[in-house]
Structures are given as structure tokens and as C-alpha cells.
């Protein structure tokens, strides 16, 4: 892939980051107007959340955990793993149209917020809880 990019390496345009801090990798998620993740097999895929938690739209493939994450044409795109045109097509789609990156990018931090959060969790785990515990009556 490295050397498909060369040319465009050099313009500053593609920058490969490999084995960076977490610090690094945050800025990047925060500062870029889009995230591509172009997986053939991924679990919950991490990377994205948190782009998504940055308010950073994603295109990504539609593969393993990520459409839990994803949701088509809402908070970022789904592409197939091997469809190049179609990832091209939604980066520049979300490169041209802010306005669409801003909504995408609005719709992905609160989906992250609803569905993935440990404070989300935490409320589902004392709801789960409550229901196992019997009611008990106030003794007279």
C-alpha cells in the first residue's frame, strides 16, 4: 500500500502512522474530517468508536462487529472490504460536503454515547440487578 501512496506521501496529503502513542492516534481521530478503517475481518473495532466518540465521521467495511457501530449513511459509511471505488467515493462525498460530516459526525459521538459507554453499561448492569433482587415489604 505504502508504495501505491508514494506520490501522494510526499504532498503530505496520506501520512502512514504505524506502532504510534495513543496521544498521537487521539489528536489524529480528532483533528481529521474523516476516518477510514478498510478491514476484511474485525471484531468490535475499537479504532472506530473512537473516532466516532471525536465526532469524526468513518467509512468503513461492513464486516464483523462494525455495523453495531456504523450505521450506514447516519453516522458514517459501510463499504464492502474489496470495493475500492466505493471507498473512494464515500471520502470524497465526506471530504466536499462538511455539513454532511458535521451531522455524521454529531449522529457518531451519540450513538457511542447511547449504545457504548461504560455509564451506559453501568445502567443496564443496575437495571439487571434490580430485577433479580426480590421486593422485599416494609416489616410493621
Known sequence: MEEKAK???GSGDIIFVVN???VFVNALQS???VVIQK???EGFGLTIS??????TPVVTSKVGGIPLQVKDGINGFLCEPT???AFAEKIVTLLIDKDLRER?????K???RKNFLITRLMSDYLDLFSGLIPETSPTS
Open 7 to 9: 506520490d501522494l506521501k
Open 20 to 22: 504510534a502513542e495513543e
Open 31 to 33: 483533528i481529521s474530517d
Open 39 to 41: 478491514s476484511i475481518r
Open 50 to 55: 473512537e473516532a466516532l466518540w471525536k465526532g
Open 83 to 85: 470495493d475500492n471505488d
Open 104 to 108: 455524521m459526525g454529531q449522529e457518531g
Open 110 to 112: 451519540d450513538h457511542v
